[in-house]
T-cell receptor
Framework: AAGVIQSPRHLIKEKRETATLKCYPIPRHDTVYWYQQGPGQDPQFLISFYEKMQSDKGSIPDRFSAQQFSDYHSELNMSSLELGDSALYFC?????????????FGPGTRLLVL | DAKTTQPNSMESNEEEPVHLPCNHSTISGTDYIHWYRQLPSQGPEYVIHGLTSNVNNRMASLAIAEDRKSSTLILHRATLRDAAVYYCILRDVNYGQNFVFGPGTRLSVLP
C-alpha cells in the first residue's frame, strides 16, 4: 500500500540558511500534519492542513511556514535556521471523515543545522 | 487534551505476552484512547484505538477499564520487532486533530 512520502530524507544546512521539506500524503488523504522531534524527545505537533487550509497550529516558530497545495502535497519552509532546529521532521496524513482520523506517518526528514 | 501516565520502560521476553498500562484518570466521555508506537529511527505507527469497548486488531488488543480511567495495550506474542516506544494518547472526538505525544513506554524485547 502507498505510504506517506517525504523528501529529502536527509538535509544539512548552515545557520541562517533556509530549508524546504516536502510531504506527499497517501492518495485520497486530504489532511496533512507536521511534527518535529528533537534528539531524545517526543514528537511535537507543528501545524496541520485540511483541504489546503490551515486547520490547527501548534508550537511552530514564526520563522517556519507551511502550505498545502491543490494536489494535497505540503511543504514546510524554514528560514533563518538555528542550531536548535536540528531534528527529525515527520509528516502525517489522514482522511477526513474516517473513524477518529488515524494518522499515517512518513519516514521523516532528518535536518542537521551546522 | 487529558493527560496520560505510562511507565518509562518495560521489558519482555520474546514470544511472551506484553501488557502495557496507561492511566488516564481525567479522561472525558468524548475522549478516544489511541496507541501509537515508534520504532527506532522511524515515524510513529498506528497500533489501535478505542472508546469504551475492548478492541482487537491484527497487531494488538486494547483493554479499557469499565470506568475508562485506565487502559492496557496487549501484544499477544512479543517479537524483537515490537521493541519501540509506545504512546498512549487521548483525543477528543469533537475537536483537536493533532496528537499530543507524551512520554511513552520504551519496550525492550529480550531474545
Amino acid at each position: 500500500a502507498a505510504g506517506v512520502i517525504q523528501s529529502p530524507r536527509h538535509l544539512i544546512k548552515e545557520k541562517r540558511e533556509t530549508a524546504t521539506l516536502k510531504c506527499y500524503p497517501i492518495p485520497r488523504h486530504d489532511t496533512v500534519y507536521w511534527y518535529q522531534q528533537g534528539p531524545g524527545q517526543d514528537p511535537q505537533f507543528l501545524i496541520s492542513f485540511y483541504e489546503k487550509m490551515q486547520s490547527d497550529k501548534g508550537s511552530i516558530p514564526d520563522r517556519f511556514s507551511a502550505q498545502q497545495f491543490s494536489d494535497y502535497h505540503s511543504e514546510l519552509n524554514m528560514s533563518s535556521l538555528e542550531l536548535g532546529d536540528s531534528a527529525l521532521y515527520f509528516c502525517a496524513s489522514s482522511a477526513e471523515g474516517t473513524t477518529q482520523e488515524t494518522q499515517y506517518f512518513g519516514p521523516g526528514t532528518r535536518l542537521l543545522v551546522l | 487534551d487529558a493527560k496520560t501516565t505510562q511507565p518509562n520502560s518495560m521489558e519482555s521476553n520474546e514470544e511472551e505476552p506484553v501488557h502495557l498500562p496507561c492511566n488516564h484518570s481525567t479522561i472525558s466521555g468524548t475522549d478516544y484512547i489511541h496507541w501509537y508506537r515508534q520504532l527506532p529511527s522511524q515515524g510513529p505507527e498506528y497500533v489501535i484505538h478505542g472508546l469504551t469497548s475492548n478492541v482487537n486488531n491484527r497487531m494488538a488488543s486494547l483493554a479499557i477499564a469499565e470506568d475508562r480511567k485506565s487502559s492496557t495495550l496487549i501484544l499477544h506474542r512479543a517479537t524483537l520487532r515490537d521493541a519501540a516506544v509506545y504512546y498512549c494518547i487521548l483525543r477528543d472526538v469533537n475537536y483537536g486533530q493533532n496528537f499530543v505525544f507524551g512520554p511513552g513506554t520504551r519496550l525492550s524485547v529480550l531474545p
